[in-house]
T-cell receptor
């Protein structure tokens, strides 16, 4: 798979390869993190989430890793498919105010080459 | 179960006109949110509500008002539209600290 640096706006991968999308978060008090996928012309769709008491969580073909020491979140997609082409957003929640508010990153565009 | 729906899907306004965007959810969620999304950017929170009858300001509230008279509905109003409010507007709902469910969006153009 291809590892990307932080804040890279576009990631291009070959179909079948693994993708890694990175995200830096700002608030050390954040206790909930979530990844969304947004296809063109649609609203964001939930992919996977993780709470701060965990450092890894797996779903179907996706894994989220949380490194609280360096405030870093990553989304790994196994065997990337053309249908994975979309913009991916990470978001964090610092719910000290109990509002459920999420703070979104700017997004990374994933392009899957056939 | 329709999830989160938004009305209308598209709208073109002239500067100074007013309009209301409607968001409805059928999941009995307490929390509802209005975001705007501009090209190449993430979502920015305009206003939110933690329950029927309550509203609060988000990151970019200026020029917008909201109301939550019924638990299932969250209305976003533009009293006097400006070109800077051209954007795609998304509504979302959630159960406190969990995933937010998003609607399909309203594409608004202000001329």
């Amino acid at each position: 798979g291809e590892s990307v640096g932080l804040h890279l706006p576009t990631l291009s991968v070959q179909e079948g390869d693994n993708s890694i999308i990175n995200c830096a978060y700002s608030n050390s008090a954040s206790d909930y993190f979530i990844w969304y996928k947004q296809e063109s012309g649609k609203g964001p769709q939930f992919i996977i989430d993780i709470r701060s008491n965990m450092d890894k969580r797996q779903g179907q073909r996706v894994t989220v890793l949380l490194n609280k020491t360096v405030k870093h979140l990553s989304l790994q997609i196994a065997a990337t498919q053309p249908g994975d082409s979309a913009v991916y957003f990470c978001a964090e929640n610092d719910d000290s105010s109990n509002t459920g508010k999420l703070i979104f990153g700017q997004g990374t565009t994933l392009q899957v080459k056939p | 179960n329709a999830g989160v729906t938004q009305t209308p899907k598209f709208r073109v306004l002239k500067t100074g006109q007013s309009m209301t965007l409607l968001c409805a959810q059928d999941m009995n969620h307490e929390y509802m949110y209005w975001y705007r999304q501009d090209p190449g950017m993430g979502l920015r929170l305009i206003h939110y509500s933690v329950g029927e009858g309550t509203t609060a300001k988000g990151e970019v509230p200026d020029g917008y008002n909201v109301s939550r008279l019924k638990k299932q509905n969250f209305l976003l109003g533009l009293e006097s539209a400006a070109p800077s409010q051209t954007s795609v507007y998304f509504c979302a709902s959630s159960i406190l600290i969990n995933e937010q469910f998003f609607g399909p969006g309203t594409r608004l153009t202000v001329l």
